[in-house]
Structures are given as C-alpha cells and as structure tokens.
C-alpha cells in the first residue's frame, strides 16, 4: 500500500517549501497534500481551516509560525514536508526547518518576484546548503510576470536560475506551461470559466505557435546549461548530437544537488493549476537522503572530535529533535530526523545533549489528517514521536553505547521583552506551566522574574514574537495576567577596570552574627562574544576558604542580574577574587554570597558603567524617487547608513539602527513611500547607548 514507509532511501524526499508571507506557501502546501491523494477536507487559508496552520491564531493571523511535518505520496516516492515559517520575527524557526531538510521549494509571488524577506529565507538556505527548485505562483494574477521573477532571482539572489517551464498565457488567461523538457504544452482547460477543479489532471498538447521560438530559444539555453555541467554530454553536445531527456535529467539533478543552479517552474495554487509537474520536479531533481550521504557528528564528551553518521539503517542510531507540538489527543509529540540507524518502538535511547536516558513511545508518521503508526524509526526519514520527557529542540537522540552529539543551532540573542503580571495566585501557577511549555517548543525567547517588581520578563526575537508568546499563554493555558509594553531588552556593562575593592559584610544580631570579608577586581571581558562572565578565583594561603569560594561567585552573578545605572542585565565582565577573611563561628556561605554580591555592586560604580542597546541590522528596498526621504527618516532615528545599491530598479539602502528607535517604523515607512517601500531587519550587535539619550532611560527606568 501507497502509505507503508518507504525502507528504499532513494524515493524518500525531506523537503521544505519556503516563501516569503503571502507568497501562497500554505496554498501551495494544501494543494501538494491534495493532489498527493491525501483523502482530506481542503480549506482556503482565509477560511482558517489549512492543514499546516495547527494553532488556532496562526489561522486568525493567516501565517504560519510552527514547522509541523507532514508526509505524502506521489509516483510511489514519499514526501515529506516540514512547514517552514516565513516571517521574518521566526527566523530561528526557519533555520530549525532547514537543519533537518534536504532540499526546498521556494515559492514566489510571480508579480512581485524576489522580495526582502524571500531573500532573507535563501540566504539562509544557501548557509545550511539546501538544494532548491523554484515555483513561481500566481501566475493568474493581475501584473504577473515570470520572466520578470525570474530576472529576480538572478538580480536579488545572485543565484542562478534554469528555466524549466514557459507560462501560457498570463494573469486570467494563464492556463498552462510549456514544459521544455518534453517540448509540449501542460494545458489545465478547466470549465466555461476556465476554473480548473481540484486536482485535475492537465492534458498534453502542442506547443502554442506563438510560443513555439520562444520555446525553442529556452530549451537552447537549457539543454546548454546541462551540458556544460558534464564533460561526456558536453561532447555530445558539441558533436551535434541529441542528449535524451533522462540525460538532461541526470544533468540536472546533479547541478541543483550541488547548489548550482535551481530550476524554475510556475503555476497558480489557487487555480489549481501547475502543481503536478512542480511534484514531478520535487521527485525528479530535490535530493534523497541518500545524496545527502553522511553527516558531521561530534563526540558528546569531546565536541572536537568528528564522528560521521552515515543515512543508513546499519549504524548507530543518531536523530535530532526539531520540533515540539502538543497534539490534542497524544499529548506531547517530538517530531525527529532521523540521521542514521534504526530503532522500534520501545527502544531505551539516550539524549545525548542532555546526558539523559529516553524511552522511545509511539511513533507516527503525520499525514495530513492521519497519524500512521509506525513501528520503527529508521535513517533518513521524519518521525513523531511520544514518549520522550526532557527532549527539547535541537537536541540529538542516540544509541547508548554510540554517542554523538549532532551540530547545535546558534539562536540570536532575544532582544525585545515585555513584563507580564498574573492577576491571581492560580494565574501565576498557570503561568509557570505555559512558560515551560512553550520554552520546549521554541527555545528562542528567554524567561526572567524581577525580583524588584515581581514580575515575569519574557525576551524574544521581536515585537510580533511576543506577541505570539503572549497571546498563546492567554488562549491555551488560560492566563489571565496585566501584560506591560514591549521593552528594548537594554544591557549594562563597564569599561574601567577597578584592580581591587575590599568588602566587608559583618552584622551581629544576637546570637551568631554574619562575617564575610572579601577584595575583589572586576575589568571588562573582551573578544569572545558567547561569554558575558568570567570569575577567577586568586586566593592563595587558604585566607577564604574553598566551600565559600562559589558563594562569592554566585553572588556576583546575582548582583550582575540588576546592574547599577538602571536595573539591567550587566555583561561582559571578568570578576577576580584576590583575597578576604573569615571567622571560624560567623562566617557562612551566605554571608560571602552577600558580600560577593554588595562588592560587586559598589565595584561597579567605580568601573564606569555604560548602558548598551540592541543595534539592528535593516535593509530598505525602495523606488529611487522616496530615497532621500527614507535615509533623512533613518538619520532621524539614529541611524547608520551603511550602503545604499541598485538592485533592479529599486534602491536597497542598509543601515545599522537601535532597535529602540524601530517601533513603528513599518507604518512610517509606508505613509512616507505610499507604501512603495519594503524592509526587514535583524539583530546585529549590542552597542554603547550615547550619553543623551542614556540619561532619559535611566530616569525613566529609575522613575517608573
Ligand atoms: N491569485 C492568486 N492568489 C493566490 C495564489 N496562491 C495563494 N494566493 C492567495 O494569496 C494569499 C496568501 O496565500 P497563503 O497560501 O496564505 O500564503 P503563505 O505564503 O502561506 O502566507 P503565510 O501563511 O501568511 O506565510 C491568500 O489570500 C491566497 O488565497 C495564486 O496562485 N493566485
């Protein structure tokens, strides 16, 4: 039967489909799981009713956030495709999706070809070198242009682009392709209307006579390309003779398996049309798991040394966690790639990450509507699994006796947060659960509790990601809770150093009193940027001793959570410390974890501390003739310009800018191009807040 699991690698496809928000990604999703013959309800997704949107608000929102994955069928191989967000607040989610992918389709709006945010994904799917085919959709619409989006990909991708198709006809006259492989046209007829019902199949005809030079100059440029590719068709070629089309093929497929060229096909989702030759194309020329081969693995107890993982059920077994859901009946689903070996259901594994044994439940493989159960997990292939208790993303599975730990994903620093106050006691329990629940899922915001305020701090990546966070606390685990403003997520650190500051702590309140002495030194921590603290212990002659040394450290990084100038986080600071006292009845761990902690706090001050904010890299695209205005707009805000290209009619103008000066920005933007300019922005750096404007957030942070 179609739906048992393929054992034979070379028909399984691990593929994404990747497209900048309102592309068409989830109707053209819905349309693949049509015509796969998945036997399910197709809805619009403005009807909230998609297979790949789960959570009740990515329906309302009408985007879609989470990567689920979801298995299909066509010609006897078997698909499976992970939902790959395209907003540009989840980027860690899409680079999660492409970690365990090989090979994408990237869908374009073929009216307005390559956009920022489309470029954003590609560059982040050429970092992970995924293979790719294009699909330009659309195509029914007023303005489309495929010869355009195709110049597009070349001028804004710089990626080269084989085109495979012709469109027929063009907006509502669009009914078909020239496929220039068979040189013949795919025509969807459709009723009196020209509407094509679902999954329809189109009829093969000839090629239009208005289309026939046309046709003939691409297939040229095709069957050249391909050539080229290969010295013994290169031969053939420049002989003269013919290359059959499974010679083209093969060519093919080895260019775009090697990140050379990407072929481009188009359609309309919506009017069903295109569709099958583009699933054709995903089997035809997207890599197998074998293509893949084998994948760099570390050793858990030594992350320099290089294990490999071949796709292969005869290894040892290694899969990554890339993806938590909650699933209304099975509860808890961890969706794994498997990388190497196989295991049945029931296996004791160890998650290798975390140090901790696992016992693999359930397993399914997600249909559209259906989950199959399965009894094995076996190398190449995307599973769901139940059962696993302290899994979370990114994590590697392995066999217990062959550990390996599979390359972990670097997330950028969270930086935008928002204060959430529970309205009762019960809110506060049910805020605790959402918290760690939705830490297992996405493992790019980060939690805090104010011990000043008492209030939770959530950080996230941006300011519609904390939205989300938010929203799905209130609707999913019922939190009834005071949410503040979103906040730039602001860091303290110091720029002087102080050689030695002496404390003392000593308090006599009856009884036993409290005694810690301690002399430390703080300086700034330069070069590596994944560390924010250092603490050096220099103590010689046992003067403090050994079980009070952690204490002092600890107290330290309690003191560094709420910095000296407005309350935020301090980093980038290398603590010593050189000496100290203590006495044989008052001295306490307690006692050095305070004095560690008030040492730091008037060290500090002397340290010149300075307050640093998130800096943002944004890129504008905009028609030349509102240039001028977009750049006087980004001086405004305090804003670095740091380029300004061409790039196929618009200016693209890039410059560095705190992230506190960017709320709002997109509606600013719009009314200042009517709405003619596009922009996307990402996190770049921490930098120092000038003195000005430094003033008025400590005031205001010391105020409120
Ligand atoms: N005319 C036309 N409209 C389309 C086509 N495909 C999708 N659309 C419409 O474009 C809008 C966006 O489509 P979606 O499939 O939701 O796009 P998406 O890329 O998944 O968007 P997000 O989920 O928001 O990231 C919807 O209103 C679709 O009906 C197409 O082939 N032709």
């Known amino acids: ?62 985007i879609t956030i989470t990567s689920a994955a979801v298995t299909c069928f066509w010609n006897k191989n078997q698909i ?79 990626a080269k682009p084989l085109v495979m198709q012709l469109p027929i006809g063009s907006e509502s006259d669009f009914i078909g392709v020239v496929d220039l492989l068979s040189m013949q046209a795919f025509v969807w007829e459709g009723d009196a209307k020209g509407d094509v019902s679902l999954g329809a199949a189109y009829e093969t005809q000839e090629i239009p006579a208005d289309l026939q030079a046309k046709a003939e100059e691409y297939r040229a440029q095709l069957v050249e390309a391909v050539a080229e590719s290969d010295d013994a068709l290169l031969e053939k070629y420049f002989a003269g003779e013919e290359l059959s089309i499974d010679e083209i093929k093969a060519g093919i497929r080895k260019l775009v398996v090697n990140n050379e060229i990407y072929p481009v096909y188009c359609g309309s989702a919506f009017k069903n049309r295109g569709i099958q ?25 030594d992350e320099s040394v290089v294990i490999e993982r071949k796709p292969s059920a005869s290894e040892p077994f290694s899969a990554l966690a890339f993806k938590i859901a909650v699933h209304p009946f099975f509860g808890r689903l961890t969706y794994v790639r498997v990388y190497s070996g196989s295991v049945p259901s029931g296996t004791q594994v160890v998650n290798s990450t975390k140090g901790k044994k696992e016992r693999i439940g359930k397993i399914f493989q997600m249909h559209a509507n259906k ?8 190398a190449g292939n995307i599973y769901a699994v139940i059962g696993l208790k302290d899994t979370t993303t990114g994590d590697t599975l392995s066999d217990s006796a062959n550990q390996v730990v599979l390359e972990s994903m670097t997330f950028p620093e969270p930086v935008i947060e928002v204060a959430i106050e529970p309205k009762t006691k019960s809110d ?60 730039v997520a602001y860091r303290e650190t110091i720029r002087r150093e102080v ?64 910095g000296i100038l407005a309350g935020f986080p301090v980093v980038n600071v290398r603590a010593q410390l050189l000496d100290g006292q203590y006495h044989d009845v008052d001295s306490s761990e307690m006692a050095f974890k305070i004095a560690g902690s008030m040492a730091f706090k008037e ?29 006087g707009d980004l001086n405004s805000r305090r ?17 560095l800018v705190p992230l506190s000066e960017m709320f709002g920005y997109i509606g600013d933007l719009r009314s200042k191009t009517s709405g003619r300019a596009v922009f996307s922005m990402t996190f770049d750096s921490y930098a120092e807040v000038p003195k000005a404007v430094a003033e008025e957030i400590i005031q205001k942070a010391k105020g409120e």
């Open 639 to 655: 804003g670095q310009i740091q380029s300004m290209e061409d790039a196929s009619g618009v200016k693209v103008v890039r410059a």
């Open 277 to 301: 030759p583009m699933l054709d194309a995903v089997v035809d020329f997207l890599p197998n798991p074998l293509d893949v081969g084998a994948i760099e693995a570390h050793d858990p107890r």
């Open 499 to 562: 050689p030695k500051y002496d404390y003392t702590h000593k308090k006599q309140t009856g009884g036993s009193g409290q005694f810690a002495k301690v002399q430390i030194s703080l300086a700034p921590l330069e070069g590596d940027a994944d560390k924010t603290y250092e603490f050096e212990d220099k103590v010689t002659g046992g003067r403090v001793p050994r079980e009070y040394i952690p204490s002092v450290d600890a107290g330290i990084q309690d003191a560094m959570q709420y």
């Open 80 to 158: 499976n495709i992970i939902d790959t967000p395209g907003h540009v607040d989840f980027t860690v989610e899409v680079e999660r999706s492409l970690r365990v992918l090989d090979g994408a389709v990237a869908v374009f709006d073929g009216k307005e070809g390559v956009e920022p945010q489309s470029e954003t994904v590609w560059r982040q799917a050429d970092k992970y070198g995924v293979p790719r085919i294009c699909f330009v959709n659309k195509m029914d619409k007023m303005g489309a242009d495929f010869y355009f989006t195709v110049d597009t990909i070349v001028s804004r991708l710089g």
């Open 603 to 631: 060290a500090a001050r002397l340290a010149q501390p300075v307050l640093l904010e998130p800096l943002m890299a944004v890129e504008v695209r905009t028609p030349e003739e509102y240039m001028g205005d977009v750049i």
């Open 371 to 378: 989950e199959i159960p399965v009894e094995e997990l076996t």
């Open 428 to 487: 506060q329990e049910k805020l605790g659960v959402a918290i760690q629940k939705l830490a297992e899922e996405d493992p790019t915001f980060r939690v805090s509790l104010n011990a000043e305020t008492g209030q939770t701090v959530i950080a996230g990546m941006g300011e519609l990601h904390l939205d989300i966070l938010v929203d799905r606390m209130k609707r999913e685990f019922n939190v009834e809770a005071n949410v503040g403003k979103p906040q």
């Open 1 to 62: 039967m179609a739906q048992d699991v393929l054992t034979d690698l070379s028909k399984v496809r691990n593929i994404g489909i990747m497209a900048h928000i309102d592309a068409g990604k989830t109707t053209t999703t819905e349309r693949i799981l049509f015509y796969t013959g998945v036997n399910h309800k197709l809805g619009e997704t403005h009807d909230g009713a998609s297979t790949t949107d789960w959570m009740e608000q990515e329906k309302e929102r009408g």
